[in-house]
């Protein structure tokens, strides 16, 4: 079946239908109405999923969508046209440009945390690059994953854009196919294995990872704003989110100011009992849950700690005096739990985040310009948000996407178009000028060689910043001023 | 001697130490590479000559030339190149700071080939080297005069603290992708692409690939006869054929094969003389290995060879040849030619050719010869290819401002100029938020509201062409 859907996608494709910028803006417009139109549909799924609040729902996926869809539509024209590149001597009078094309058929594995963001997202992309597309949803959000197999070909040519549905088999099985470009989110453990069968066909990939992202907090900062964003970014959609902060990097004598104004935090945003907020998400499932929760042994805990596997509810959580060989630092959290582990200052705090795999966002809280210049220079990291936190994902002209461990390639607005498309170079000649290429060609001569060289180099326009055509229109103004001069002393 | 591991942690740890970082630093080791040239023209002459007997003018143009011209442009372009960008925020996030940063990924693994041994490994480590990473650089083995050349003079100009010469064979190879790199750039074969794709997976290390395939070459419609003969026998016997990019097969109708010939044949003459097995700008196959397998493929087409078609195992010498009647099934049309055998397929008309082409895979190069530029533009469209050159052959990869790389099973990735640079990059979106308005914070948090909602959707959504949205504030 995964055979076939890929077949038929690559013969769709091949007819050329999704090449024309129209066909492409008006499936983008559907795209966009899908999500407007079937807005509570997509509620009520996340909700059976993960608990998703209806706010929490448009805050964090659909609206991300709705405006990526928006920049792709107004913008598509710029995206897609041939994009002028510099010169050199040689091409003075040739086209030169970069042509951005299609791939072919792009395979999107979503993830179940944001299971309509994280899969319609490069969608869009794929889309607007002009591709054919299969989308693999989630399994774990199956809810989700249903009603996008229901939809999508309600709105979408179905043709050219399918939902394959199904667990680690159906993925297998289609892994095991060829695709242009392989877009896959989840851990790095499957990326492993989605990059190996990429091998197979010599597809790239790009891949959006996770990683235990640090949240240094200076004691030069405002520690009540700074808890409380980073209160926000941890415990939205139940700790589950690829970019939360992971765990806490502060010095031991601010650790209990940072508990308190956490726990004030947490008073005012899910009341006493977060349990009962409608704002306040489950853990996906009970392997998942459980997971967690053993997470916390060894751990003291500050904050929470309650729990209820019947629901699936693991209470916001805060646990202090954490120790690097704790099994909590061992893997990504990926829950409502926040560790702090405490260091020695900013020295301390970067050997720590450099002894690790480089993460997917790097936070740090601080007034201090030299730390945070510090932080970002002597760190690496997929991407990097100061005195707050998630809040670089959501501006698309930042490219999203990881580094070493966290992943590779990156996406969103544009970033995604450019991802999912090949970036052709164009060189248009004419047969004129053909005396210029005697330069290049045999026998041997030195005069021939010098030639060559002198009209191959870009020495004389990079070096001293001088293009091509101020050369020309010097020799020119020179030309026509030894003109001027002649005509005169006639005339005289 | 350094075992593989102790070169891997010494340059880890130099990388460490944040040396390459600095501009000044990149810059003096870019012009050590510069000097690395101009002290050593003869040395690289004469090992390039042993090797594929390669021409001087040859040399100078695609090994010297290229790289030197590469390495000048990113001296100049260095400080703007390493600037931050800066990005578009829109209202809700005007007090804040969006930039992106290029940073270096650490330590860079460059596997060179045989055929252009200098320029393959050199042109790649450039943009390592601007992008302030550590590299360890693994010539091809079968060039073995250039690998000798660069085991020697890479220590010599470059720090050695940060990049290193490692050499061997296909073992050696094997071994060193087992260790972790934080990206590998490869020049080759696809088959052996698919190996480093799979070592690579082992760590999650990103890849380049150069690879090859068959470049096909259209001549179709009104042309200039003898320039465009003149072009195509440049581009494809350049380097004696073995070039990724040279044109690898011609279609063509019948009466343009009948007209062109006559002119191959003059450029043919009047590059290499009446006897090119005399003349000096004539290479040779680089080695019995390879031109085995070239004349085997000549004695096992069904073609019949109009120009050429002499060989002398001896010096490795095949003389530029050109096959008509060749048809998709023969062993000419099976392989990547890379050798001066250029078979001639007759087709009849503009979609024939272009049908041929797409049934095969994307090649590394597509090359359209017409003097209708309605021509040139419907195989541009309807085609696909790592790049795209009309009325001419390989001379778009010398533009430091195109991007150089394969697309499918020509490869995935790009170089030259600043993509160099970029490739041997991360890109990290920062955002540096205000300590300011966390009043308006207070629209995100919970407990959620509609009317909160609703200004959150008005204050992000797009609302100007080039202002960028932010989806929650």
């Known amino acids: 079946m995964e055979k076939q859907v890929a077949d038929g996608l690559r013969e769709v494709f091949q007819s050329g239908r999704s090449r024309p910028l129209q066909y492409r803006k008006q499936q983008l417009r559907a795209l966009l109405r899908l999500i407007t139109e079937r807005q509570e549909d997509i509620e009520q799924a996340l909700k059976q999923d993960l608990n998703r609040n209806t706010y929490n729902t448009s805050l964090f996926e659909l609206i991300s969508i709705e405006n990526d869809i928006k920049l792709a539509e107004s913008e598509l024209g710029d995206w897609a046209a041939p994009r002028p590149v510099k010169k050199n001597l040689n091409s003075a009078l040739d086209d030169v440009y970069i042509k951005p094309e299609p791939l072919g058929v792009v395979l999107i594995i979503g993830t179940w945390n944001y299971p309509w963001a994280m899969i319609l997202q490069p969608l869009v992309g794929a889309i607007a690059a002009g591709n054919a597309a299969v989308l693999k949803p989630s399994e774990l959000s199956e809810h989700s994953a249903r009603l996008m197999k229901e939809l999508l070909p309600l709105y979408l040519d179905k043709e050219m854009y399918q939902v394959v549905t199904g667990g680690v088999a159906e993925t297998q099985e289609l892994l095991k196919q060829r695709f242009d470009h392989i877009f896959y989110t989840g851990s790095s453990t499957v990326g492993k294995l989605v990059m190996e069968a990429a091998a197979h066909h010599l597809t790239p990939v790009t891949l959006e990872l996770g990683g235990k992202s640090p949240c240094y907090i200076d004691k030069n900062c405002d520690i009540a704003v700074a808890c409380r964003r980073i209160t926000w970014g941890k415990f939205a959609n139940c700790g589950q989110t690829c970019i939360a902060p992971d765990y806490i990097l502060c010095e031991p004598s601010i650790q209990d100011r940072i508990v308190e104004e956490i726990q004030k935090t947490l008073l005012e945003f899910y009341q006493k009992d977060p349990k009962s907020s409608p704002d306040y998400c489950r853990i996906i499932n009970t392997r998942h849950f459980d997971r967690v929760l053993a997470l916390m042994n060894e751990c003291t805990i500050a904050l929470g700690g309650e729990s209820d596997r019947s629901q699936c509810f693991i209470a916001p959580t805060v646990l202090k005096d954490v120790l690097p060989h704790f099994k909590i630092m061992q893997e990504e959290i990926f829950g409502p739990l926040l560790p702090i582990v405490t260091v020695n200052g900013l020295n301390e705090a970067i050997h720590f985040i450099n002894a690790r795999e480089k993460p997917l966002a790097l936070y740090v809280f601080s007034s201090d310009k030299t730390v945070i210049k510090r932080m970002l220079t002597e760190t690496s990291s997929g991407g990097v948000t100061v005195n707050d936190v998630l809040m670089h994902y959501t501006v698309d002209s930042l490219p999203f996407g990881g580094v070493g461990n966290s992943g590779m390639g990156r996406y969103h607005g544009r970033h995604t178009f450019d991802q999912l498309s090949h970036h052709r170079a164009c060189l248009i000649k004419s047969f004129a000028m053909e005396g210029l290429n005697d330069a290049r060609y045999p026998p041997l001569t030195a005069a021939r060689l010098r030639k060559a060289k002198f009209f191959m180099q870009h020495r004389m326009c990079s070096c001293s910043g001088i293009c091509v055509w101020a050369i020309i229109a010097t020799l020119l103004a020179i030309g026509l001023l030894v003109a001027l001069i002649v005509v005169l002393t006639v005339l005289i | ?473």
């Open chain 2, 1 to 473: 001697m350094e075992s593989q591991k102790q070169v891997l942690e010494r340059l880890r740890a130099a990388f460490r130490s944040g040396v390459t970082l600095p501009m000044h630093f990149r810059l003096t080791q870019l012009e050590a590479m510069m000097s690395l040239f101009e002290d050593n023209e003869n040395q690289i002459l004469e090992a390039l000559h042993e090797d594929l007997a390669k021409p001087k003018f040859e040399t100078v143009l695609s090994e010297i030339e290229i790289v030197v011209n590469d390495i000048c442009y990113a001296i100049s372009n260095l400080q703007t190149w390493m600037q931050p960008t800066y990005v578009g925020t829109n209202l809700a996030t005007k007090l804040d700071d969006c930039f992106v940063r290029s940073e270096p990924l650490g330590v860079v693994l460059i596997i060179g080939a045989w055929n252009y041994p200098l320029h393959l490994i050199l042109l790649p480590l450039i943009g390592a080297i601007a992008a302030g990473n550590c590299a360890i650089l693994k010539p091809s083995e079968i060039s073995r005069a250039t690998e000798k050349l660069l085991a020697e003079l890479i220590p010599k100009y470059l720090s050695q603290e940060c990049y290193a010469v490692v050499c061997g064979g296909a073992e050696e190879t094997k071994t060193l992708l087992e260790n972790r790199f934080d990206h590998i750039f490869y020049t080759g074969s696809q088959s052996v692409a698919r190996c480093i794709l799979l070592a690579a997976a082992v760590h999650l290390t990103p890849v380049t690939l150069e690879l090859g395939g068959k470049c096909p070459c259209l001549i179709y419609g009104r042309l200039d006869m003898k320039a465009a003969a003149k072009r195509l026998v440049w581009a494809k016997f350049f380097n004696t054929g073995q070039s990724c990019v040279a044109p690898d097969y011609v279609l063509c109708t019948t009466e343009t094969r009948d007209a062109l010939l006559p002119f191959i044949k003059e450029a043919l003459e009047s590059f290499y003389g009446s006897d090119p097995q005399q003349s000096p700008d004539l290479g040779r196959i680089v080695t019995d290995r390879h031109w085995d397998r070239l004349v085997e493929l000549l004695k096992k087409s069904e073609g019949k060879i109009v120009i050429g078609g002499e060989s002398d195992k001896k010096t490795k010498y095949i003389a530029p040849t050109v096959i008509v009647d060749v048809i998709e099934s023969d062993a000419l049309m099976q392989e990547e030619i890379f050798g001066p055998i250029l078979p001639i397929i007759t087709i009849k008309s503009l979609d024939e050719a272009i049908n041929f082409v797409n049934e095969r895979e994307k090649p590394l190069a597509l090359y359209a010869f017409s003097d209708e530029s309605q021509v040139v533009t419907t195989v541009l469209e309807r085609t696909s290819s790592g790049g795209f050159c009309s009325n001419d052959g390989i001379v778009h990869m010398s533009l430091p401002g195109l991007p150089f790389g394969g697309v499918g099973a020509s490869g995935m990735g790009n170089y030259h100029g600043r993509w160099g640079f970029e490739t041997f990059s991360h890109k990290r979106g920062c955002m540096m938020r205000s300590w300011l308005l966390e009043c308006v914070n207070v629209l995100r948090y919970p407990p959620y509201n509609e009317s909160n909602l609703s200004w959150l959707r008005w204050a992000t959504t797009a609302k100007k062409k080039g202002w960028a949205a932010c989806s929650v504030m």
